[in-house]
C-alpha cells in the first residue's frame, strides 16, 4: 500500500485531451521535445490565474506566434478559421439576446450537493442552483452567513464521506453522487476504496474523493483500482 504510482494512471483518462494538438507538434508546431512540458503548460490555462515562469512565457509567446502566421498566410487556414469565428460569435450573440429578454432572480434557492474538506482543514460547500443549472463553491464555518446553512438547504455528503460512515458502521448504505444517480455500497468496497485512499498523498486524496464523487462509472473505476491493491 505504500506505493501506488498506478494511481496517476486511474486519473490520467481525466485529462484534457492533446492528440491533436500533439500531431501538430510533432509535424512542425512546437519543439517536440517540450511536448509534456507544453502540456503542463495548457493545462496551467485552465487555472483561474495561472503563474508561468519566463521559460513558460517563452514557449507561449512561440506557439502563438507561429499559429498566428500559419493562420495569416495560409489562404486555405485563414477562411476556415474565419468561418468558425463568425460561427461562435452568432452562437454568443444569439445566447446574450436570449438571456437579456430575461430578468436574474431575485432569489437563488442553492441545494447543497457535497462537501470537500481539504489538508489544510479548510471546508468547501458545493451548491447547486437547478434554475440557473449552475455549481457555487462556498467555503463555510465561522463567520459564514447562517443563510447558507439554513434548513431549508436539503444535506448531502460526499461520497468519500459516506464510505467512511459505511466502514465505521460495517453496514452497507446508499450514496449519492454529483450527477444524481444513487447506488448501493458494500462495507467491502468502501473499506478498500478507504484504504487506498488515506495511503496516498494529500493530492492524491483529493483526486481519488472527486472521482469517486463523480458518478457510479468514475466510482467503479475506483473500486476496480482498489481492489486490485487490497490484499
Do not use: C, W
Request: charged share 30%; net charge positive.
Amino acid at each position: 500500500m505504500k506505493y501506488l504510482s498506478e494511481f496517476k494512471n486511474l486519473v490520467e483518462e481525466e485529462k484534457s485531451d492533446y492528440s491533436k494538438f500533439d500531431m501538430l507538434v510533432r509535424a512542425g508546431l512546437a519543439n517536440k521535445a517540450q511536448l509534456q512540458r507544453i502540456h503542463r503548460i495548457l493545462d496551467k490555462m485552465q487555472d483561474d490565474r495561472p503563474q508561468f515562469n519566463n521559460a513558460d512565457k517563452m514557449i507561449l509567446q512561440n506557439l502563438f506566434n507561429k499559429m498566428v502566421d500559419l493562420i495569416s498566410n495560409n489562404k486555405q487556414i485563414f477562411q476556415k478559421t474565419r468561418q468558425a469565428v463568425r460561427e461562435e460569435v452568432d452562437i454568443i450573440e444569439a445566447d446574450s439576446s436570449k438571456n437579456s429578454q430575461e430578468d436574474p432572480p431575485v432569489v437563488l434557492m442553492l441545494k447543497r450537493k457535497a462537501i470537500r474538506i481539504y489538508p489544510d482543514k479548510t471546508k468547501i460547500a458545493l451548491y447547486y442552483n437547478s434554475k440557473l443549472d449552475k455549481h457555487f463553491t462556498v467555503p463555510y464555518g465561522t463567520g459564514i452567513d447562517s443563510a447558507i446553512q439554513s434548513e431549508e438547504v436539503e444535506l448531502e455528503e460526499a461520497v468519500m464521506d459516506s464510505l467512511h460512515k459505511i466502514v465505521a458502521g460495517k453496514q452497507a448504505q446508499s450514496v449519492k453522487f454529483a450527477n444524481g444517480q444513487t447506488r448501493k455500497v458494500d462495507h467491502y468496497t468502501a473499506s478498500a476504496i478507504t484504504q487506498v485512499h488515506k495511503a496516498v498523498n494529500d493530492e492524491n486524496k483529493k483526486k481519488l474523493a472527486d472521482m469517486v464523487h463523480k458518478s457510479p462509472a468514475h466510482f467503479e473505476k475506483v473500486a476496480s483500482f482498489a481492489f486490485s491493491k487490497v490484499k
